[in-house]
């Protein structure tokens, strides 16, 4: 039995740190602008785990002096009436940052939202303009996981140039704009999905090794190359035999931790880095206000 326990990546820490730095940022910033900054959280239904990210996103933002224009809609509310709120939240001064809770119920287009939302004012770095500004690598909102881990990545000196990452999942809410991120910092990349063959073989070769797929315990120690860096995005609600539900990653931390030199929890990992991304935006929004 492998006894070595890896270091720990506290997401948890930095993103307390990272909203009292905010909150100061704010305090010397509103008497210029003369009002603090402002999110709106749209969510739509009554999803529970959703509901649960709202009241997070909706706690940190009063902690750190964000105001927070959150409205929570009916299941059956229509596609046009959401897009007249999104316009008319693009036009509210008092608001720099507009996100939309997702999933959506199936029948509204969230894509279609999401275009919706001014650039300037895409808390959640989703819209296609923002998306083609880090493709290119030019300054913009940029989407908060993946921001979220390059930052705990940074804070821990996690030496990126010349190493192969490895990203789990493909998804445009984390996975692709990772890669990107990734490249940027000059990390060889690759980029696997539900179609790679040996994904084992992939995992392995990783220097530094990101899951966001939303399995638990796909990625297990025999899958990581020893001294490796392991990020865990993946959030998964199991049940015990006795009925206790938990949070889990996507990565046996139990066996992994044995194996990688350091190594995120779930919880408080990259969940709570993505939260103090979000604030992050919103606030550069609001600086950009007093020019
Ligand atoms: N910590 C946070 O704040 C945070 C934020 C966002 C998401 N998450 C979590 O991160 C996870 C991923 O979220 P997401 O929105 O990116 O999910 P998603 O849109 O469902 O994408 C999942 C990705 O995983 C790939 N995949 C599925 N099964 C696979 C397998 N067996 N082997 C390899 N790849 C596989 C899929 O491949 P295909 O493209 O081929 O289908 C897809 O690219 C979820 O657990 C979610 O809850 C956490």
Redesign the pocket.
């Known amino acids: 039995m492998n006894t070595k326990t890896s270091h720990l990546l506290d997401g948890k820490a930095l993103a307390e740190r990272i909203q009292a730095e905010l909150k100061e940022r704010i305090q010397s910033l509103q008497p210029q602008i003369g009002r603090p900054p402002g999110l709106a959280v749209l969510m739509v239904g009554d999803n529970p785990a959703s509901a649960a990210y709202v009241r997070n996103k909706e706690r940190a933002c009063t902690k750190a002096g964000i105001a927070s224009f959150g409205q929570h809609f009916p299941v059956n509310t229509t596609q046009s009436e959401l897009e007249q709120v999104i316009q008319a939240l693009n036009q509210d001064q008092r608001v720099d940052g507009i996100l939309v809770q997702l999933p959506l119920p199936d029948r509204l287009d969230a894509v279609a939202l999401l275009h919706q939302i001014d650039p300037d004012k895409d808390a959640d770095g989703l819209h296609p303009v923002n998306l083609g500004r880090l493709v290119r690598g030019e300054h913009g909102l940029r989407s ?2 993946p921001a ?1 881990v390059m930052r705990l990545l940074q804070e821990y000196q996690i030496q990126l140039k010349g190493k192969q990452a490895v990203v ?4 445009i ?3 692709k704009p990772l890669t990107l991120m990734l490249l940027e910092a000059d990390a060889t990349v690759t980029i ?5 063959q040996d ?1 084992p073989a992939i995992t392995k070769s990783a220097d530094i090794l990101i899951a ?4 638990p315990a ?1 990625i297990t120690a025999e899958m990581v190359k020893p001294g490796a860096v392991v990020v865990d ?4 609600r199991v049940s015990d035999a006795t009925g206790n539900s938990r949070l889990v ?2 990565v046996d931390f139990e066996s992994v931790q044995g194996v990688a030199e350091y190594i995120t929890p779930v919880p408080g ?3 709570p ?2 939260v103090a991304m979000l604030l992050q935006n919103t606030v550069l929004s609001y600086s950009q206000r007093q020019k």
């Open positions: 908060c996981t979220g789990v999942g493909r998804s809410l984390v996975g696997a999905h539900s179609r790679s994904l966001a797929v939303g399995r796909l995005v993946g959030i998964n990653g996507d990992g990259i969940g880095m993505t």
